[in-house]
């Protein structure tokens, strides 16, 4: 890379750096890269499309400025894609607890690890913390798995939020607490104090909107609670395990309320996201342990982040409890009931891939074989059937015997049907080669 542009931009970032705060610092410039120039462009690579975006909406005057000040010549700054960046975290060393908010202060952007499965929804926790009297998006919605990091991203905007401003007003209630407070108003006839409570923040979280729906009454009243805060520009997020269009127990007006703002998915990580969470994990704990125990938890426990977690700390407290050192045996040793079931010594079979792959999906090994068509059964299934086609050259009647009888033509349109996606879906192909290398293959 030619050196006057890379000196330009490390001069113009000193200039930004006093411009914008340290978040949208670490999160929007510190990841650009200046890859090609001239002498009146400079092109600097965005790590996602988001970030893009982000960048030339709101940064690109700053940006160009800074640069035409340093190289004091009339540059056209462009953004470009795409390149694989690991964003640098933000650097925040307090903590504080907040009765009032309700928040985790262990729940932070600091020990929240960046992959490629949160990383637009991370990129919008960011902006949205950074300018939450902008209401750039309004509502938020994060969905996903459990155990994927919406909670720990939804607590890290309202501590990032907190954090500036303390004056501001934050709550954050999981959709049971906001039941069980507004059905305690009901029946104490405090309803202005439980509207005062809920109306006047600047930032209301609300986690698991998925369980809001057994009660009708409840349902409505958020959502007077989220058209008055909406219409007051008060930022709202929410999270839930689903998509607003898959939570069919509320009615078309509130889905579609949902989407009026950012929807954002976060997905399982990938093999290099589970290494560097547990990596981070243990530096957080000032513990010393090996990669190879890493890279033993990343393949075999799965893709639950919240399960990673268990696993270490099981590793830590066996060592402790043993009195034996962390090496790589205790650890296999402390996680043998876990891996037992895996079959991942054994020879491949069926049984073996099937497993693996609801393991890695977190869905039930019954439900794979089952006939169930949701989409999040009917992927790991055709997924399965093509590893067994791919890896153990069943042919397709044999394999629609091993899936509770199905048609060998079902189990050809699964093959099919993989093998194109696996060429145009990068979540998909990103799948496969992550079950492959817990399968050892
Ligand atoms: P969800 O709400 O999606 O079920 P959580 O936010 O509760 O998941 O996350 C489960 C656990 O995994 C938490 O302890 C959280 O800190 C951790 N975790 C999730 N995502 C990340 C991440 N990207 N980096 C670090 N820790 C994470
Ligand atoms: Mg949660």
Redesign the pocket.
């Known amino acids: 890379m030619n050196t006057q542009i890379t000196n330009i931009w490390e001069n113009a970032l000193k200039l930004i750096k006093d411009e914008v705060s340290e978040l949208s610092f670490t999160t929007f410039m510190l990841p650009l890269k200046p890859v090609s120039g001239g002498s009146d462009f400079l092109n600097l690579e965005a790590p996602a499309d988001f970030i893009k975006a982000s960048l030339e909406q709101r940064f690109y005057p700053l940006i160009k400025n800074a640069v035409n000040q340093v190289s004091k010549r009339n540059y056209n700054v462009n953004f470009v894609l795409p390149i694989e960046t690991v964003f640098s975290n933000i650097e925040e060393n307090e903590t504080f607890t907040y009765e009032k908010t309700h928040l985790n202060s262990k729940?932070t952007f600091d020990?929240?690890?960046?992959g490629k499965n949160?990383r637009m929804a991370h990129a919008a926790a960011v902006a949205i913390a950074d300018n939450l009297y902008e209401n750039a998006y309004n509502p938020f919605f994060i969905y996903?798995g459990?155990?994927?990091?919406?909670?720990?991203?939804m607590h890290a905007i309202g501590n990032y939020v907190v954090q500036k401003n303390k004056s501001a007003n934050v709550l954050y209630v999981t959709s049971e607490e906001f039941t069980i407070e507004y059905i305690a108003a009901l029946r104490k006839n405090e309803f202005s104090q439980f509207r005062d409570k809920f109306r006047n923040v600047d930032l209301l979280l609300i986690d698991d909107i998925q369980f809001l729906g057994e009660k009708n009454s409840t349902i409505e009243e958020f959502f007077y609670t989220f058209n008055a805060l909406h219409q007051s520009n008060k930022q709202i997020i929410i999270?839930s395990d689903r998509s607003p269009n898959e939570l069919t127990f509320f009615d078309e007006r509130l889905r579609s309320r949902f989407q009026c703002g950012l929807v954002s998915d976060?997905q399982k990580p990938d093999y290099e996201t589970r290494m560097a969470?547990l990596r981070?994990k243990s530096e957080d704990e000032g513990l010393l342990i090996s990669d190879e125990i890493f890279d033993y938890i990343s393949r075999n426990v799965g893709t639950n982040?919240?399960e990673l977690?268990g696993a270490l700390n099981q590793i830590i407290i066996y060592a402790k409890m043993s009195g034996s050192d962390l090496n790589f045996d205790t650890a296999k040793e402390a996680l043998k009931h876990i891996t037992e079931n895996n079959n991942q010594e054994n020879e491949l079979s069926v049984k073996v891939i099937i497993d693996v792959v609801s393991r890695y999906f977190d869905v039930k090994p019954e439900d794979i074989k089952s006939d169930k068509r949701s989409r999040d059964i009917s992927i790991p299934r055709q997924i399965s059937m093509f590893l067994c086609r791919n890896l153990m050259d069943l042919s397709f009647p044999e394999i629609g015997r091993e899936f509770g009888g199905k048609h060998h033509t079902t189990v050809m349109t699964a093959f099919t049907n993989i093998d194109n996606k696996k060429k145009s879906d990068a979540t998909i192909k990103s799948a496969i080669e992550d079950i492959m290398e817990i399968l050892h293959i």
């Open positions: 729940y020990t929240f690890v960046v949160n996903g459990s155990g994927l990091g919406k909670t720990h991203l999270a976060v969470i981070k982040i919240r977690e």
